[in-house]
């Protein structure tokens, strides 16, 4: 009884911390975008994505440390496909989401980071090598990023206004986001196993949605502030660090032997074309790709309780 009680203040708890700092973080970005007269797409690029993704990272250089490095582009497909069909498309959903020309370009970085993995990867294994080239990669990324991109949508350049303790709140507030989506996910497995379902369940729900609510949450703040760069800029951000970061520094730390089915690779594509091609047309997301998201999204669901191999 006493478990039950503390499972449940995880995750009412957790909730709390994703509302509040959530709340915040947006507002913080906006704030320290204007201090320093960079785009706000390119700080959720950058530094939210490394918050929300710090977690992702750690565990799997921890795992490939480890010599756990059995289906590594599988998981990283698998969270770049999330983070755009569920993510995005609920966000989209919520309200349609406006962007700069800015999100159209390194959405295609994004796929091409892709492209990229699943070149280096057509031998079934991401050697040290090809980690040191996905790591560069991102290096270069960074240097054309702020170099092109380092200035306010209005065009103003940079002000430098900003202080170091603005970016360390904006991590800081980041690293919250995280906090609270473990204590959620802490309470509801907790809760899911001690009401019997089976550990695929939870691991398809629970901790899959859990992991992808730091993201979810920037990214709905961002939609119903209306401040779509926010919420597309995270997910691209994120989508590019687990291409070329995440899967990087694993591969360097050990070879990482490739698993991911042909099916994986067309459910990303499947919405990372679309989505490129919307940012491209509209410069934004309507409700219509949102939907459109969730509905692959939901196939993708199905097919995986069907026991088809993803």
């Known amino acids: 009884m006493i478990e039950a009680v503390l499972w449940v203040m995880a995750i009412v708890i957790g909730l709390v911390l994703l509302v509040v700092s959530g709340d915040m973080l947006s507002d913080k970005i906006v704030e320290v975008a204007r201090k320093a007269g960079i785009s706000t797409l390119v700080i959720s690029i950058v530094l939210i994505s490394l918050a ?16 756990l490095t059995g289906m590594a582009l599988g998981n990283a497909l698998g969270s770049i496909f999330a983070n755009i069909a569920l993510i995005l498309g609920l966000a989209a959903l919520a309200r349609p989401l406006k962007a700069t020309r800015a999100a159209y370009e390194n959405s295609l970085i994004m796929l091409m980071s892709f492209f990229l993995v699943m070149l280096l990867s057509a031998d079934g294994v991401l050697s040290r090598f090809d980690g040191i080239i996905l790591l560069g990669s991102y290096v270069i990324y960074l240097k054309w990023l702020i170099k092109k991109h380092a200035r306010d949508e209005n065009g103003g350049s940079v002000r430098g206004d ?42 398809a729900t629970i901790v899959a949605i859990g992991t992808s609510l730091p993201e979810m949450t920037n990214a709905m703040y961002g939609a119903v502030r209306g401040r779509g760069s926010i919420s597309v800029g995270n997910i691209i951000g994120a989508d590019i660090m687990n291409a070329l970061v995440v899967l990087g520094i694993a591969s360097v730390i050990r070879p990482l ?54």
Do not use: C, W
């Open 52 to 67: 929300t993704t710090l977690p992702e990272l750690i565990t799997s250089a921890v795992a490939s440390y480890q010599g």
């Open 162 to 203: 900003a202080t170091l303790l603005d970016y360390a709140i904006l991590l800081f507030l980041g690293l919250i986001l995280v906090t609270g989506a473990k204590m959620v996910v802490y309470g509801g497995e907790n809760i899911a196993e001690a009401m019997g379902i089976s550990d695929f369940v939870i691991g």
């Open 257 to 310: 032997q490739t698993g991911a089915s042909a099916l994986t690779v067309a459910l990303v594509l499947a919405v990372m074309l679309p989505m490129t091609a919307s940012l491209r047309r509209t410069h934004g997301l309507g409700r219509p790709i949102g939907i459109y998201f969730l509905a692959v999204y939901f196939l993708y669901l199905v097919l995986m309780f069907s026991g088809m191999k993803l």
